[in-house]
């Protein structure tokens, strides 16, 4: 059954103004671009776009969870990250203890599950304990699952999965033979995920910059020039309007 809700002229609503029901992806992955140019535009040092950009994410997770998408997938560190001045990098990591205490309580009300992918363990001791609590407060949650891409890059994944899987066959544990599609991709952090079905990224570039190389093989793409700062429930349900119409083929035709 499908339901059409109307559009309702007011800042609460403005989600309703396209079918809820349909062809909603499972699984949306956002590239989080344009904080440093936000602020740039504005006269502002780069950390300011950052911390604007810690409320856009919330702004999505809403719309996320109101169009009842499954997994939400957030690239907010990547391991490329690190080449970047060293008082931005230190900014950086205290966002997630940040975002959290002020958004965890509305997060654990909304049954919002949080989760990461990436190199956890050379994540500073201070983020790594913030997220720890976020994890396993909210372990048990069943709705969105919020999953942050921190200290993540795909060609290290993927290089990763390719030792460990070696190592398994060494021990007898799996044998070369058996590998396929599906065994290789429980070596990803993506273990248990199904694949994205869209992909997101903001202001403008039009590029993976090594995030989910694997997982976005069949993935459809939205690009947007607004900012990240200026990311709000309006402009995400556009992409979901968007990814409504397209025929997906997974390289069929
Ligand atoms: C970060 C804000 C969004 C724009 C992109 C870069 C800056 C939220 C988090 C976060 C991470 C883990 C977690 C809770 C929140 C975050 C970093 C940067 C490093 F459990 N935003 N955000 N982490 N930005």
């Given at each position: 059954?499908?339901?059409?809700?109307?559009?309702?002229?007011?800042?609460?609503?403005?989600?309703?103004?396209?079918?809820?029901?349909?062809?909603?992806?499972?699984?949306?992955?956002?590239?989080?671009?344009?904080?440093?140019?936000?602020?740039?535009?504005?006269?502002?040092?780069?950390?300011?776009?950052?911390?604007?950009?810690?409320?856009?994410?919330?702004?999505?997770?809403?719309?996320?969870?109101?169009?009842?998408?499954?997994?939400?997938?957030?690239?907010?560190?990547?391991?490329?990250?690190?080449?970047?001045?060293?008082?931005?990098?230190?900014?950086?990591?205290?966002?997630?203890?940040?975002?959290?205490?002020?958004?965890?309580?509305?997060?654990?009300?909304?049954?919002?599950?949080?989760?990461?992918?990436?190199?956890?363990?050379?994540?500073?001791?201070?983020?790594?304990?913030?997220?720890?609590?976020?994890?396993?407060?909210?372990?048990?949650?069943?709705?969105?699952?919020?999953?942050?891409?921190?200290?993540?890059?795909?060609?290290?994944?993927i290089m990763q999965a390719i030792k460990q899987i070696m190592d398994d066959v060494?021990?007898?544990?799996?044998?070369?033979?058996?590998?396929?599609?599906?065994?290789?991709?429980?070596?990803?952090?993506?273990?248990?995920?199904?694949?994205?079905?869209?992909?997101?990224?903001?202001?403008?570039?039009?590029?993976?910059?090594?995030?989910?190389?694997?997982?976005?093989?069949?993935?459809?793409?939205?690009?947007?020039?607004?900012?990240?700062?200026?990311?709000?429930?309006?402009?995400?349900?556009?992409?979901?309007?968007?990814?409504?119409?397209?025929?997906?083929?997974?390289?069929?035709?």
């Amino acid at each position: 059954m499908s339901m059409k809700i109307p559009f309702i002229k007011s800042k609460q609503a403005v989600n309703a103004d396209f079918d809820v029901t349909e062809n909603i992806p499972d699984h949306v992955a956002i590239i989080m671009d344009g904080n440093g140019r936000w602020a740039e535009k504005r006269g502002l040092p780069r950390i300011a776009g950052h911390k604007e950009g810690v409320k856009a994410v919330m702004n999505v997770v809403r719309a996320a969870n109101h169009a009842h998408v499954k997994v939400l997938t957030l690239y907010a560190f990547s391991t490329e990250n690190w080449n970047r001045p060293k008082p931005e990098i230190d900014f950086l990591m205290k966002l997630p203890k940040e975002f959290l205490h002020i958004y965890l309580p509305e997060l654990m009300e909304n049954n919002v599950k949080i989760d990461t992918i990436g190199d956890f363990a050379a994540l500073p001791a201070h983020t790594q304990k913030a997220v720890k609590y976020a994890k396993d407060k909210t372990k048990d949650n069943d709705g969105l699952l919020l999953n942050f891409a921190l200290n993540y890059g795909s060609r290290y994944e993927i290089m990763q999965a390719i030792k460990q899987i070696m190592d398994d066959v060494d021990c007898n544990k799996v044998s070369v033979d058996a590998i396929d599609e599906d065994i290789f991709s429980e070596y990803l952090y993506t273990n248990g995920l199904s694949d994205p079905d869209l992909l997101i990224r903001t202001s403008g570039e039009k590029r993976l910059s090594n995030f989910l190389l694997w997982q976005l093989a069949y993935s459809e793409f939205w690009f947007t020039d607004v900012l990240w700062p200026d990311m709000d429930e309006k402009v995400f349900n556009e992409a979901l309007k968007d990814y409504q119409n397209r025929k997906r083929r997974y390289g069929g035709i």
